[in-house]
């Protein structure tokens, strides 16, 4: 049996609806959003279902028109939401980025060692929920920079700032990560860091 | 070619470390290893970065499976649209 008959769209919803979810949801932290985002990626599908070439698994293939509604859909709130930039001359001071891309203030050590979570199963569910805790401007640079592999103009561009500012959101995007993963984080007993 | 602060700050504003090619995240690596100015924030910004890196292998396997679902409401008015549209 073939590919299309075995992922007939009417069955898209209970096998890949959930996943899409969450891969919608954690970048674009808005639940009516992501639930809209992976109604319109099914009706799309179903559209473009002829044109599915089996090449890739249909879970996959929807997942690429999602990634496609995603960025609509930042692009669209971009436009909406104005970055607030007071903080980053302050920020950028403080770095003496401009000169010499270096800070000149050493930042704190990791309260965990993040080689050793990255090895742990249930590290990766804090570590979504919080890139999905992530606020307005800040998740929106982080999930087109992180998630989605944009360059750095085209975030620019649609978030109209510049590089340095988008270099801000993003330095305050790891920050507050970092802070998230260490106050959820408990290393297993038993294990070693 | 041993690269400066900056260069190693520019870089990993514009690239994702683990998609650099091989020689340049070398010549990166040991300025980081061997700088007292910059090396531990840089480090800092590798290791997020090497987190955001596995998460999204983690996330293609499928094998992150927060408790977060579609909604009964949206599921239901999904189903209705497929319906209505196969």
Not at chain 1, 78 to 101: N, P, Q, T
Not at chain 2, 42 to 50: A, L, R, T, Y
């Amino acid at each position: 049996m073939n590919d299309k008959l075995l992922h007939d769209p009417e069955s898209w919803l209970d096998e890949h609806g959930d996943y899409l979810f969450r891969y919608a949801y954690v970048r674009l932290r808005n639940r009516a959003a992501a639930e809209d985002a992976v109604q319109e990626t099914f009706l799309a599908g179903i559209k473009a279902y002829d044109r599915y070439d089996e090449k890739t698994p249909v879970r996959y293939w929807l997942r690429g028109i999602l990634h496609h509604k995603v960025v609509d859909y930042i692009r669209k709130a971009a436009r909406e939401i104005a970055v607030d930039d007071s903080e980053d001359h302050e920020i950028l001071d403080r770095f003496k980025y401009k000169a010499f891309g270096i800070p000149s203030q050493q930042p704190a050590p990791w309260k965990f060692d993040p080689k050793h979570a990255y090895e742990q199963k249930e590290f990766w569910e804090i570590f979504y929920r919080c890139m999905a805790g992530l606020k307005e401007s800040m998740g929106l640079a982080f999930t087109m920079r992180e998630l989605e592999g944009l360059s750095t103009e085209e975030i620019c561009k649609e978030l109209r700032i510049k590089p340095n500012n988008l270099w801000v959101l993003l330095h305050r995007a790891r920050a507050q990560l970092k802070e998230c993963l260490e106050a959820h984080w408990i290393t297993p007993e038993g294990t070693e860091q | 070619m041993i690269m400066t602060c900056k260069q190693v700050a520019k870089a990993l504003a514009e690239n994702r470390y683990y998609e650099m090619p091989w020689n340049r995240r070398i010549t990166m690596f040991i300025h980081i290893r061997i700088c007292a100015v910059c090396g531990r924030y840089h480090q800092q910004v590798i290791d997020m970065q090497k987190g955001i890196h596995d998460y999204l292998e983690h996330e293609d396997a499928g094998d992150i499976t927060p408790t977060l679902q579609l909604s009964d409401e949206a599921r239901q008015r999904i189903a209705e649209k497929l319906k209505k549209e196969k």
